[in-house]
């Protein structure tokens, strides 16, 4: 199975400044077709989970400009720039690559 | 506008089954795989179950594997989970979302209906 292991941020974040998350898989994402199955979601408090990023570094559509992400076949990054009230929550990275699907454990983010 | 609606959940013995369901609209249900996530109380996701659109390949954890089994009624626009064999460990929030038909991702999640395993 891979295995993917989120980074913790150091909460709290003050409104304004950037947060960088982290992802690591144990296998490399990068499929022969060119695409990195990573995907990243958030779920706020009491809510589903939504989709942000797909393909490592495609945002979803109607997701702000201020989330981005990057990384290679292995190492994976979801940039929030200039957080804010609503970016409150746990974000998750899953792998799309095989079965099982795997998520990782997640990781909090709070706003000062 | 898609719509995902579960229902179903409850509290329910060791031992015991449940059928949870999903109505699915604003979609053509049938060009899509779907899938199950759930959520224990307090915890991260993990993925139960995925059908393909046709209905005619399913994929399991090993986890709920020979237990839980997906299936769709396409001309109901309908997805179901059969949980047998139920341990308190499957005591969660279950989701059904929908697999962006040439992405591989969940771009949709219902609102989540929580299964309750005790005795």
């Known amino acids: 199975d891979i295995v993917m292991t989120q980074g913790a941020l150091p909460n709290p974040v003050p409104s304004g400044e950037s947060a960088s998350i982290t992802c690591q898989s144990s296998k490399s994402l990068l499929y022969s077709d060119g695409k990195t199955y990573l995907n990243w979601y958030l779920q706020r408090p009491g809510q589903s989970p939504q989709l942000l990023i797909y393909?490592?570094?495609t945002r979803a559509s109607g997701v702000s400009d201020r989330f981005s992400g990057s990384g290679s076949g292995t190492d994976f990054t979801l940039k929030i720039s200039r957080v804010e009230a609503e970016d409150v929550g746990v974000y998750y990275c899953q792998q799309f690559l095989e079965f099982p699907l795997t998520f990782g454990s997640g990781t909090k983010l709070e706003i000062k | 506008e898609v719509q995902l609606v579960e229902s179903g959940g409850g509290l329910v013995q060791p031992g015991r089954s449940l059928k949870l369901s999903c109505v699915a609209s604003?979609?053509?249900?049938?060009?899509?795989?779907m899938t199950w996530i759930r959520q224990a109380p307090g915890k991260g996701l993990e993925w139960v179950a995925s059908i393909t659109n046709t209905g005619g390949s399913t994929y399991y954890p090993d986890s709920v594997k020979g237990r839980f089994t997906i299936s769709r009624d396409n001309a109901k626009s309908t997805l179901y989970l059969q949980m047998n064999s139920l341990r308190s460990e499957d005591t969660a929030t279950y989701y059904c979302?929908?697999?962006?038909?040439?992405?591989?991702?969940?771009?949709?999640w219902g609102q989540g209906v929580m299964v309750t395993v005790s005795s």
């Open positions: 979302t929908r697999v962006h038909n040439s992405g591989y991702y969940f771009d949709y």
């Open positions: 604003g979609f053509t249900f049938n060009n899509y795989w």
């Open positions: 393909w490592m570094s």
